[in-house]
């Protein structure tokens, strides 16, 4: 299996999930894609299949113009938001037809992983990797800043296991920097958290936050921008532009949304 640096999601798509892509071969011969669809939203969609044939689209138009046959594309998505996702078939999105009419419409599957239906425990058997069990317990709670506040210490219990190598020292800086990004946590609140649980790590969390708030990234000053989302918001801007126009991220975006909608 090898990685594929060529990332197939547009500007459109960009707003709907990131990419991550494996070439690989099937029965030694066949070469295939498995593509990590990473969902940005807190909510499922209404229409998965619409969005991954643009997506597939994408990777086919560009193996016609590399003059390569076309490659089979396997789509996991990686959902980690509020709602359940019910997984049906393309089929099924159209209402009032019959079957005579199913074979004119596109047919393919996609394998779904729903973070929300895995405890927390299921995670750390699953996988071994502490970087792993770090990023997928905080991107089951991303959506749920009391969630993160609470958890602190089950999110980073192996925390010490890493710190002190470089490649955990660049994994956190990533992992707290999208605490800062996504949330309003204050930078003093989450380095008192992380100090309990290592000294270092509450280090690494402050010098991340003073290099964000420097560059003028830090997301829980950052009053204005999210004011000016709010408005965005209630003009009812696309998510993708408002994140274009003020900096924020698609998950902080959803946040206001989801805020508004409960106000």
């Not at 070439?23 to 909510?43: D, F, P």
């Not at 969630?147 to 010490?160: H, P, Q, V």
């Not at 008192?192 to 690494?204: D, E, F, P, V, Y």
Request: hydrophobic fraction near 40%.
């Amino acid at each position: 299996m090898e990685l594929d640096k060529t990332s197939y999601v547009d500007e459109e798509l960009k707003e709907s999930f990131s990419d991550l892509v494996y070439n690989c071969k099937y029965n030694q011969k066949t070469k295939i894609k498995i593509s990590i669809l990473i969902e940005h939203k807190s909510y499922a969609p209404d229409y998965p299949h619409i969005q991954l044939l643009k997506y597939l689209l994408k990777i086919w138009e560009s193996n016609i113009k590399q003059k390569q046959n076309l490659i089979p594309v396997i789509p996991l998505i990686f959902y980690h938001g509020k709602e359940k996702w019910k997984l049906r078939s393309f089929y099924d999105s159209f209402i009032g037809i019959d079957r005579e009419i199913e074979p004119f419409l596109p047919s393919f599957k996609y394998l779904l992983t729903d973070l929300s239906l895995f405890s927390d425990t299921e995670i750390e058997n699953l996988y071994n990797a502490i970087t792993v069990q770090i990023s997928l317990l905080l991107m089951k709670r991303i959506f749920d800043e009391d969630k993160i506040k609470r958890d602190l210490f089950t999110i980073f219990s192996g925390l010490e296991q890493i710190v002190e190598t470089e490649r955990g020292e660049k994994f956190l800086i990533s992992i707290f920097s999208y605490i800062y990004h996504n949330t309003e946590i204050k930078s003093g609140e989450l380095n008192r958290a992380i100090t309990k649980i290592s000294n270092l790590g509450g280090q690494i969390a402050m010098t991340t936050a003073t290099k964000l708030r420097q560059e003028g990234m830090l997301q829980g000053e950052n009053a204005k921008a999210l004011e000016i989302a709010k408005k965005m918001l209630k003009n009812r801007m696309l998510i993708n532009d408002i994140c274009k126009l003020t900096g924020l991220s698609i998950e902080r975006i959803e946040q206001l949304r989801d805020m508004n909608k409960k106000g």
